[in-house]
């Protein structure tokens, strides 16, 4: 690799040579960009160099416009107007000489043009599209340099619109009999993935073809794709572990060409991908991390100690073995490589060790121990980016026992800091650690004076609103209650007491919100007193007008008395004429209130209600002004993101040519006059513009999603714990009262009159042991990741309570692992054609937890066929600790000689055996227990049907049934749920699925859990997927009503399809195979267009418009549901490939 890089270096002189005599390999002395540079090396000040580039730029545009001007000078003109752009000077008027240089000049004139164009334009700039056809040309060039710049080119900006036009070209490309036109094919794919994934996935197994190809740098460009595929579903990618650690092992092995070499270290960036990529599929899969073992032992073996690159691979390795399924002979080693790294004395390793270390310590959290005086000498080191890494580490390991020492290290950072970044991201670590492992109420409000105080006002503003929440939604204790808002009043009291004006205007919003609220529980507390205090927040210079509006609220809640009302009445009087509406406003509101105590006790109660406050996220009581707007001609409201969209896309590039952009107005226009029936002829300008309305009536109304507020972290705990804590060196807090202090101090001195001063190395012992008390026992995090539900402090009131206890326990995923082969294709010919291996596909069922308490239903009745233990082969349980709960094999062997199906087929209901229905699929099978489904097909809705066969003598009892999915929305459809199904007996439950979430394919998980017996309960989880095309029917409209509808739609998609030709019109055939296949409606067909119309269960429209253009068929979906036409164009794809 080296070597390619001291060419490059070489040959780049001549490549920007702009002497007349050719090869020449140095800037010539007469050349007018040898000038430039020199004239501006020699300036001394920046005036001077505006000045220059000015006149250049001047000079620039006069010859650029000049008609006389030559290719090859425009060339030399490009050159000086890129070193005037890269130094920060705008050269606009240059921008359309590029895109003509790009398609008029020779090839190195076209380079430049390229050059110029990708660093002038980005993928938004309305220039751009200028530049298409020139890549179209250039694609189907034979000449090798004109395909590689326009592959480039398309690989680093392209218009997501024109996709389309240029991916078949692209795709051809990767049969290239070029190597480096494939791999830039790929690359050009790769960009097109990110941008624009719906668009490449039919060509997901050219992937594959790109993996198993001969030249190791389309191999490599390939990785791109694959590890943004496995971040986003590693589940679907399981077959090719085995292919990524056969290419690791080789890369390893030094069977890869020289010229990947880097400092003697094989291909190292190709490694690190490689290693990335097996840790995500090895995450939680004992099968695949098997199949990594060998490879990542020879990875740590053969990367020394030598160089940075091999540092990076080292850390890669030891991320990716805390990552896997844990092999105890791979942890030792990788915890040697991590103290190497910690104990370094270089700062670059020693940094990398503690970032190490911070990644592993959450799975092991004993590795910390073998290091503790190492970080306890970083918390001292005089780099900042060291001291603020073990912080870091120290956040990842703090309990109920160490918190104390952990968060006084974190604020005497804080006190020293100036980096805002650290004071931000520190103060939220701080508040987090003291909300959950806070030893006492006193603790906790003296740390969150100090974070309030120390932060200031760049905090997150979600620290003081979760510390408020925690106080006014109060604990599951009363007392606890009291005594937290008690000592929080009696803090903030003898703060104002002292130096208000010292303290940021957040904590003096915190204040005031907590005396105004609370003040009242401090009984000897007069109300005028506080009122008093605030009052002289008011007249302080630096208080903001937010403060003072915070400040006069709390003084409405507390304006009681003849004082009092004496107090309010004065402050009421001189901000009833301020400028500000706001505090005008309150000052009316305090003045009202304050004389009239009977309102105040309405408005303001100190005591809130038994019923928590209901609040109308839709906003509805607004839907009758909103539609009287919309009719008197308003514009209908879009959310902020589809806003910010529009106007990122408001150029954006349609594949329809001389488009008409119309009003929204258009849609109440009779459409029979118009030449197209779709009136897509005319609107094609309209993607993205048009709003979201309803198609029902023509009715438009405001349909706002609700909204969840989220004040802060959740768990706090109410009961208190008995805390050991070693001996501790206190340091006072600055923000206590005068009393509080002076008891501090002398109990401080009481505790250190006997002790003589330790030596610096106890000092760090006794740190040492303090901050990492508790970690030897710490039970909370093992080496699997899995944490357990760590006790806190505090813990907020329930909202609610679970209706189902059988579904509350947590399941793991369990591990099913099938030895098979790859295609062909893969590695066939990969790196060394001499090497040959099987590979294995592993895969493992994930599913989340279902929700609980949902209803279970439907009859149960007897099986005439007899069950037999052979039913259960095949099963692949795992159970988990005592509880009984097991995640079971979701696809059990059947006995292929027992007609099962049949059998369960025949206790469907009346009302659904006549309907189509799915093939009965085996879920899961424990014990005695079978668990089976399918889902029946109706008009307006689909049903879900679970079986549960009870194969045992005795019967089942206690059966509770949970179902719930992230995509759909699940209904039971009964009213008296089975709990009991007695011998060889089945119960029948249906459910109704109708999607919220539109996506490719749907899940739904549940849980089912019962008792036999004389035996502890048991459960089982589950899952059942299905195609979104289950949820699509027939959308019947007329012409001019998809017009209509059309228009009110704003997400679409586009995509190239393939065209059917089954002897007769092939608009025709591939319109009837998707009528046939997918449920849609043909709404008509005119020519070489075709209209199509569908719904997704529940009423959830889209609409497909077809035109026939160069062989292909362009599609075109319209839907009000954002991810609908994604999903939508997949499955015709998928439809029209299976034909």
Not at 167 to 173: R, S
Not at 257 to 270: I, K
Not at 396 to 424: C, G, P, W
Not at 472 to 483: A, H, I, L, P, Q
Request: hydrophobic share 40%; aromatic share 6%; glycine share 4%.
């Amino acid at each position: 690799m080296s070597d390619v890089v001291e060419k490059t270096l070489t040959a780049l002189p001549s490549l920007l040579s702009l002497d007349s005599q050719p090869g020449s390999a140095k800037l010539s002395s007469t050349s007018k960009l040898g000038n430039l540079i020199r004239g501006i090396t020699e300036l001394t000040s920046k005036h001077e160099e505006e000045k220059l580039i000015q006149r250049e730029l001047a000079s620039i545009k006069e010859q650029v416009s000049s008609p006389s001007t030559s290719m090859r000078q425009m060339k030399e003109l490009m050159v000086r107007a890129i070193y005037c752009e890269s130094l920060g000077y705008e050269a606009s008027f240059s921008y359309i000489h590029a895109i003509k240089l790009a398609q008029q000049g020779t090839v190195l004139e076209k380079r430049v043009g390229y050059l110029a164009v990708s660093l002038f334009l980005n993928e938004s700039h309305e220039l751009l599209l200028l530049l298409v056809n020139t890549v179209l040309k250039d694609l189907q060039s034979t000449n090798l340099i004109e395909v590689c710049m326009a592959l480039t080119v398309v690989s680093q900006m392209f218009p997501k619109d024109m996709i389309p036009a240029i991916l078949p070209l692209v795709e051809e490309k990767l049969n290239h009999p070029k190597e480096i036109i494939r791999r830039k094919a790929v690359l050009a794919l790769y960009k097109f993935y990110l941008i624009a994934p719906n668009q490449v996935q039919h060509i997901h197994n050219k992937f594959r073809k790109a993996l198993c190809d001969k030249d190791p740098g389309v191999m490599t460009a390939s990785l791109h794709i694959y590890l943004q595929m496995i971040q986003e579903n590693p589940e679907g990618y399981k077959d090719l572990t085995a292919s990524f650690v056969t290419i690791l092992r080789q890369v390893v092995g030094g069977k890869l060409p020289m010229d990947f070499n880097y400092h003697s270290v094989p291909a190292p960036w190709l490694q690190i991908q490689l290693l990335r990529i097996l840790s995500l599929l090895g995450k939680n899969d004992q099968s695949a991390s098997e199949i990594m073992y060998e490879v990542l032992d020879e990875s740590l073996r053969r990367a020394e100690m030598n160089h940075n690159i091999t540092y990076a691979i080292l850390y890669e390795c030891v991320k990716c073995i805390y990552t896997i399924h844990p092999k105890s002979e791979l942890l030792e080693k990788a915890a040697k490589c991590i103290g190497n790294f910690v104990l370094s004395p270089k700062i670059n390793l020693k940094y990398l060790g503690l970032k190490a270390l911070t990644y592993v310590v959450q799975q092991d959290p004993k590795l910390a121990l073998q290091h503790q005086m190492t970080i306890i000498e970083c918390l001292d080191h005089p780099d900042l980016i060291i001291k603020r890494e073990t912080l870091e580490l120290l956040f990842r390991i703090t309990n109920a026992q160490n918190v104390v020492v952990i968060v006084e290290k974190m604020l005497e950072f804080l006190h020293n800091s100036t980096d805002d970044y650290s004071t931000i991201d520190l103060v939220g670590k701080v508040a987090e650690l003291a909300e959950k492992y806070a030893p006492d109420n006193e603790w906790f409000i003296e740390t969150m004076n100090t974070v309030f105080s120390v932060g200031g006002d760049m905090m997150q503003p979600d620290i003081p609103n979760s510390f408020l929440k925690l106080l006014s939604e109060g604990f599951d204790s009363v007392e606890e209650d009291r005594k937290l808002r008690l000592f929080a009043v009696d803090s903030y009291v003898s703060l104002l007491q002292g130096e208000p004006g010292k303290l940021p205007q957040r904590f003096l919003q915190v204040i005031s919100w907590v005396l105004g609220d609370y003040s009242h529980l401090r009984e000897e507390l007069e109300p005028t007193t506080v009122l008093r205090l605030l009052a002289k927040l008011l007249d302080m210079k630096q208080t903001s007008s937010e403060t003072k509006s915070w400040v006069l609220m709390a003084m409405t809640k507390l304006c009681e008395g003849g004082a009092g009302v004496c107090v309010a009445q004065e402050v009421s009087e001189t901000y009833s004429s301020s400028m500000d509406t706001v505090l005008r406003q309150r000052a009316q509101e305090l003045q009202h209130l304050s004389q009239d105590s009977g309102l105040r006790a309405r408005v303001l109660p100190r005591e809130p209600g038994p019923e928590p406050l209901e609040v109308d996220s839709s906003l509805s009581f607004l839907d009758g002004f909103v539609s009287e707007a919309l009719a008197a001609g308003a514009a209908p409201y879009k959310p902020p993101h589809q806003r910010q969209e529009e106007l990122a896309q408001a150029k954006a590039l349609t594949l329809e040519p001389y488009g008409l952009s119309l009003p929204i107005s258009m849609s109440s226009c009779s459409i029979a006059d118009r030449q197209s029936p779709t009136l897509l002829s005319m609107s094609s300008g309209l993607s993205g513009d048009s709003t979201d309305l309803s198609h029902k009536g023509g009715s438009t109304t405001l349909k706002l999603d609700g909204v969840k507020r989220v004040w802060g972290r959740e768990g706090y705990l109410a009961r208190r714990e008995a805390v050991e804590e070693a001996a501790q060196v206190e340091e006072p807090s600055p923000l206590r009262s005068p009393s509080q202090q002076a008891e501090a101090d002398s109990s401080h001195t009481q505790m250190l009159t006997p002790t003589l001063t330790p030596e610096p190395g106890q000092e760090k012992q006794l740190l040492a042991s303090s901050l990492f008390f508790g970690l030897s026992s710490q039970s909370s995090v093992c080496l699997m990741g899995k944490s357990e539900p760590m006790l806190q402090r505090f813990k907020r009131k329930a909202k609610g309570q679970g209706s189902s206890s059988g579904a509350t326990e947590q399941i793991s995923n369990s591990l099913v692992s099938t030895p098979s082969t790859v295609d062909n294709l893969l590695c066939n010919n990969l790196l060394d054609s001499n090497l040959t291996s099987e590979l294995a596909v592993s895969s493992s069922k994930q599913t989340s937890e279902p929700s609980q308490g949902l209803n279970t239903a439907n009859g149960a009745c007897d099986v005439e066929a007899d069950l037999t233990d052979s039913d259960l082969k095949g099963s692949n349980l795992s159970l988990i600790g005592d509880n009984g709960v097991v995640a079971a094999d979701p696809a059990p062997r059947e006995d292929p000689d027992r007609p099962k199906d049949l059998c369960l087929s025949s206790h469907l209901p009346a009302e659904l055996s006549e309907l189509c229905h799915s093939e009965i699929t085996p879920l899961c099978t424990l014990q005695s227990l079978d668990l089976s489904a399918c889902h029946v097909q109706k008009e307006d809705s689909l049903v879900l049907v679970i079986f549960i066969t009870n194969s045992s003598d005795s019967a089942i009892q206690q059966i509770q049934l949970g179902l719930d999915s992230e995509q759909l929305e699940v209904s039971c459809l009964s009213d008296s749920p089975v709990e009991d199904v007695r011998s060889h007996g089945v119960a029948l439950y249906q459910y109704a699925l109708s999607v919220k979430r539109p996506s490719v394919h749907v899940e739904v998980v549940g849980m089912v859990s019962y008792q036999l017996p004389i035996e502890t309960p048991h459960a089982v989880q589950f899952s059942y997927k299905l195609p979104l095309t289950s949820f699509i029917r027939p959308l019947t409209v007329s012409t001019e009503e998809y017009g209509t509808m059309w228009l009110a739609f704003s997400h679409d998609t586009k995509q190239n399809l393939t065209l059917i030709s089954d002897g007769q019109e092939p608009l025709t055939a591939t319109l009837n195979v998707l009528k046939r296949k997918l449920q849609l409606h043909v709404v008509e067909i005119i020519g070489i267009e075709g209209i199509l119309a569908c719904r997704l269960l529940q009423d959830q429209p889209c609409l497909m418009h077809c035109r026939v253009h160069a062989g292909t068929l362009a599609v075109w979906l319209r839907s009000p549901v954002p991810d609908l036409p994604d999903c939508l164009i997949y499955h015709c794809q998928r439809a029209l490939q299976e034909h």
